[in-house]
């Protein structure tokens, strides 16, 4: 099985106030992650959300890379305009170019881009691992974001195969 490590949608906004919860703490651990894949030879494809009119909107500074979670040469970026990772976009292309049957999953927004990147994946037959203490997202007007994050934790760990939701220290690439 090949892998390749998948982050979603860690950009300059969310660094920004109000800040996403826990920001600092899952950019940095995606950001060793990312630096583990690389060494292993696995692949590390970032997936960058663009919305116009807003903080997302492409060539604005949230748009961009925070400096503690970028790219780096040798790594695939993939524009996306809609939660679904897959939607219109070339990862699904770039998977099959690279000949990975398998990710590892981490970024933000739990229950937005995250969750439905993971649901487009299992239904693609892709094998996913869920970084369990690599997403993260921002409070909802009725429900704080840990809560959220622990939520969609455990719906993961729910599902059937091809979905698993594991710690970051218990994947090895």
């Known amino acids: 099985m090949s892998r390749a490590l998948v982050i979603i949608d860690v950009q300059a906004n969310l660094f920004d106030e109000p800040r996403a919860y826990r920001i600092d703490e899952v950019a940095a651990l995606l950001d060793r992650k990312a630096a583990e894949a690389r060494a292993s030879g696995i692949p590390v494809i970032f997936i960058q959300h663009e919305e116009a009119d807003c903080e997302w909107e492409r060539g604005t500074p949230g748009w961009e890379f925070h400096p ?24 699904a292309a770039t998977l099959q170019r690279l000949g990975v049957d398998a990710i590892v999953v981490g970024g933000y927004a739990s ?9 487009a994946a299992a ?40 979905v698993s939701v594991l710690p970051a220290g218990d994947i090895v690439f």
Do not use: N, Q, Y
């Open 68 to 91: 503690s979670l970028a790219p780096k040469p040798g790594d695939t970026v993939v524009a996306k305009t809609f939660c679904d990772g897959f939607r219109d976009t070339e990862l």
């Open 111 to 119: 229950d937005f881009c995250v969750d439905t990147t993971v649901r």
């Open 123 to 162: 239904s693609r037959g892709i094998a996913t691992t869920v970084i369990a203490d690599g997403h993260t997202t921002s409070d909802r007007p009725h429900l704080p974001a840990a809560d959220v994050v622990r939520h969609h934790t455990w719906v993961w760990s729910r599902f059937d195969r091809p």
